[in-house]
């Protein structure tokens, strides 16, 4: 018997690695429609990001091709970074913040994680007939907070209102603005075999408050969202790794297991993933069991991983977990330069498996 | 989290590891069946594969619900879902799951009002508040779900719910048990039974597969060290010469299975003579509809149902990773053109599905040792 199991063995080898050549090919835009899987953060909105957005806007050389969390420009010397945000969040307020919050820290954040901290932020409200302006005027206000809590100017905006049934309440658009940091020196080329992950804090916080404020499972739990502005975590990162810090990013649609695809994909690396050393909150864990749904992917508005060289790791952990917020800040994973392109996971059973993207979305509008 | 967590503690994985290893006669090599796409999921999801010795095979079994559903019957549900007005409901599974030319996903793209629920009472809730609107709940699953079903429409009907209805795609676990079974190129050592179904049913239904086909069955439970303690409950009966059923999932599943549920599907289910079943093809007595005193519930009666057989894709090979007589690598579009997002069969869509499990959990490009 044990010869053709062999031949097998090796078959399964052969087709495995026609499946990666296959994965590695450019993202090719083909859908007749857009499905809500294309706004789920996961292979949908790559293929439209890849296959669609990026060939009709990146200028060869140009910042759009990294493909990052916020574009860098620079002007007159100054190393600027931008950024864009649109909120659609069901329902508009949740335990631990609303729609008015997230949008001001989702912006801030993007800027944050590429090494900026913002400056200037514009905020644009499309606003449906009908809604009440107590609800606008508490939004409002919690942009307002949010803001200053960031230390972030709001400088200009637009308002748009439309007719009742064509949008859900308010949807809100922010851009930010901010310079580098010059002792950032960022980017998903720059993970390299050997780095480990660091991760800000437990996960899965926002997402799983949203779907439980929603009562679809008559589940009750006291989870709220963890939306924060990330600005004093990577501060301090920045300040303790300096150019040992190669690469952020904050876990939001899709979780974390998205964001360290990407970033695997994007450095060509792959990442392994100690499942055991996640942080996740008991009554998130046990959420998400009844669910069926895998913490990993599941979005966060106030968690990042960091890629960082082994010799800085212990001193960029210690920094991260002195900031309020980030005290369960813990090294998940490590960097290798094979499978290319893949997460793992060491499951904490004795095996090891695939951490995939996400496909199709388990719950649309979570933020 | 506990009474979970304590199920998944890796050294006593190690311990059950090694005793498996010991409980099989060296050179023999044993091919076992977990039934239940539940359980190819877990050990996928925690790689037990890694923890099991060589001569330990684990071959996937046919009890993914939304596996089996032919394409007929994903095409019908897609017509019915593209009725003026009418609220189409079903669990979130399905809505990938291809028809032979769009998925519910792309439905509801088109316009058609179709909703995520994640239980039919969630189905009814929606009728009760949308009283203008017919809500077609679309059921599907092994007798795991058809309890909830059965209470939902028994509940509609107390309620004297006009516009809730229900496309019953229930199946049944023993019948395509026995087509597996019967086929003469079977070469299976035994089999991982169905925890979940076996909680309504019982383990004593499973009596026949010792007694006419000579093969023991463990039914289990879906934690890693259920499923590892389940395959040494095998390893142990193949070894010592017995050919049982024994049941490792005595925590929820006793002989006689769960009676209020059983009564529940039969007053409000009937066998139907005969179903289709994806790659597995006509199985009588293998499905449920619903009985006369709950025609009026019934989707099929109330509305055009085109109920066209639809001959699965010529590259799909679906019916084969179903019967365990194909790996999913060994299917000729797994991967490559078949994928989760773009899939062609169903066993790609399902997180049950073998297909899906592999491609996502499994697919890793083991260094292989020189041979």
Same mark, same amino acid.
């Given at each position: ?221 006291? +989870? ?144 | ?324 007589? +194909? ?45």
């Amino acid at each position: 018997m044990s010869a053709p199991e062999s031949f097998a063995g090796d078959r399964e080898q052969r087709v495995l690695a026609i499946i990666e050549t296959a994965r590695a090919k450019p993202a090719r835009f083909r859908d007749a429609r857009i499905t809500l899987a294309h706004g789920a953060g996961g292979k949908a909105t790559q293929t439209l990001i890849e296959g669609l957005l990026v060939p009709a806007f990146a200028r060869p050389g140009g910042a759009l091709a990294a493909l990052g969390d916020a574009g860098a420009v620079a002007a007159g010397g100054v190393a600027l970074a931008i950024s864009s945000d649109s909120f659609v969040v069901k329902p508009l307020r949740f335990p631990g913040g609303s729609i008015g919050e997230l949008a001001v820290n989702g912006t801030v954040n993007d800027l944050a994680v590429s090494g900026a901290r913002a400056l200037a932020l514009t905020v644009s409200l499309i606003l449906e007939e009908g809604l009440e302006s107590e609800v606008l005027a508490a939004e409002v206000a919690a942009i307002a907070a949010a803001a200053h809590t960031a230390g972030v100017e709001i400088v200009g905006g637009d308002t748009k209102v439309v007719e009742r049934g064509a949008a859900d309440g308010m949807y809100i658009t922010t851009s930010g603005i901010g310079v580098i940091d010059p002792r950032a020196t960022l980017s998903s080329e720059a993970i390299a075999a050997g780095d480990v992950v660091l991760l800000s804090g437990p996960i899965a916080e926002h997402g799983t408050a949203i779907m439980l404020a929603r009562n679809l499972f008559e589940l009750d739990a006291e +989870i709220e969202s963890d939306t924060c502005s990330l600005w004093p975590a990577v501060d301090a990162l920045l300040g303790a790794a300096g150019p040992a810090l190669h690469c952020m990013r904050d876990a939001t649609r899709g979780g974390v297991a998205s964001v360290l695809n990407e970033l695997a994909r994007a450095a060509g690396v792959s990442v392994t993933v100690d499942a055991a050393a996640v942080p996740v909150a008991p009554n998130v864990a046990a959420a998400a069991e009844l669910l069926g749904i895998d913490p990993m992917y599941i979005a966060n508005e106030g968690r990042f991983v960091a890629f960082v060289a082994p010799a800085a790791a212990e001193r960029a952990l210690g920094a991260l977990q002195a900031v309020a917020g980030c005290e369960q800040a813990a090294i998940i994973g490590t960097v290798a330069q094979e499978p290319p392109g893949m997460v793992l996971v060491d499951t904490g059973f004795g095996g090891r498996r695939v951490m995939d993207q996400l496909v199709g979305d388990p719950l649309p509008r979570i933020c | 989290m506990r009474y979970v967590d304590e199920f998944r503690d890796a050294g006593l994985g190690r311990v059950l590891a090694g005793e498996i290893a010991a409980a099989v006669e060296p050179g023999r090599r044993l091919k076992l069946m977990e039934i239940c796409g539940g359980h190819t999921h877990s050990i996928y999801k925690y790689s037990l594969d890694d923890l099991l010795p060589d001569n330990v095979e684990l071959v996937h079994g046919p009890g993914c619900p939304v596996c089996v559903i032919p394409m007929g019957r994903v095409d019908d549900g897609i017509a019915l879902a593209h009725t003026e007005g009418l609220i189409f409901t079903c669990f979130g599974d399905m809505l990938r799951v291809p028809g032979s030319e769009q998925t519910l996903l792309d439905a509801k793209a088109e316009g058609a009002d179709v909703r995520i629920v994640y239980s039919p009472l969630d189905a009814l809730r929606i009728a009760r508040e949308n009283p203008g609107h017919e809500v077609l709940f679309f059921a599907i699953g092994f007798e795991t779900t058809a309890p909830s079903t059965a209470l939902t429409l028994r509940r509609a009907k107390a309620e004297g719910m006009t516009n809730f209805t229900c496309m019953c795609n229930h199946v049944t676990i023993v019948p395509p048990l026995r087509a597996l079974l019967s086929s003469p190129d079977l070469r299976l050592d035994g089999f991982v039974g169905p925890g979940h179904v076996a909680t309504v049913v019982g383990t004593r239904c499973f009596e026949f597969i010792p007694a006419e086909y000579g093969r023991p069955i463990v039914v289990s439970g879906f934690e890693p060290l259920d499923i590892l303690q389940s395959i040494l409950m095998l390893c142990r009966q193949l070894h010592e010469g017995r050919c049982e059923v024994e049941n490792q999932y005595t925590r929820v599943v006793s002989a006689d299975g769960n009676p209020l549920a059983l009564a529940a599907m039969a007053e409000v289910f009937e066998l139907r003579p005969h179903f289709e079943w994806r790659g597995l093809g006509t199985i009588a007595h293998s499905a449920l509809g619903l009985c006369d005193a709950y025609r009026e519930f019934d989707a099929e009666r109330r509305f055009e149902v085109p109920g066209v057989s639809i001959a699965d894709p010529r590259a799909c090979q679906c019916g084969e990773v179903l019967k365990g007589v +194909i790996k999913p690598w060994e299917c000729r579009v797994f991967g490559t053109a078949c994928t989760p997002e773009h899939a062609i069969g169903t066993c790609m869509v399902s997180p049950e599905g073998a297909c899906a499990a592999y491609y996502n959990y499994g697919r890793i490009r083991r260094p292989k040792e020189a041979v």
